[in-house]
């Protein structure tokens, strides 16, 4: 069974950078790829950034281009998200996620991800 662990929530002022972790374990874990989401209190869970098994290719919310930046590990079983220039909108709880999205499209959704963790908070005070 694949677990998915995510740790580096925390609290920050706005402008400033956080970096999230995610750690797979399990079967297989080597051919999923590996994506990040979010939630705000009242909001629906929305697509953050998604990162391909090998770590070659990479897409982004438009909200967050260009402000983070999601990486493989060398050794393929964990992601990290780097996030800098941090806003109050970006606050919400932020939660990896690990599949085998059959399109480019459904990576960028929820239904390309069987996996998940239990989400980190984010909060960025203004």
């Known amino acids: 069974q694949m677990q998915v662990l995510e740790s580096g929530g925390g609290l920050v002022q706005t402008g400033g950078s956080l970096r999230l972790s995610c750690t797979l374990s399990?079967?297989?874990?080597?051919?999923?790829?590996m994506a990040w989401f979010r939630q705000a209190p009242g909001n629906e869970r929305e697509f953050v950034a998604t990162?391909?098994?090998?770590?070659?290719?990479?897409y982004y919310s438009t909200s967050v281009q260009g402000r983070f930046t999601i990486s493989r590990g060398d050794a393929k079983n964990t992601a990290a998200l780097q996030m800098t220039r941090l806003k109050p909108e970006d606050t919400a709880v932020y939660y990896c996620?690990?599949?085998?999205?059959?399109?480019?499209?459904?990576?960028?959704?929820?239904?390309?991800?069987?996996?998940w963790g239990q989400g980190t908070q984010v909060t960025v005070s203004s």
């Open positions: 996620a690990a599949g085998r999205p059959w399109t480019e499209a459904d990576g960028q959704t929820e239904n390309g991800y069987s996996y």
């Open positions: 399990g079967p297989s874990w080597s051919s999923y790829d």
């Open positions: 990162v391909n098994w090998s770590g070659t290719s990479a």
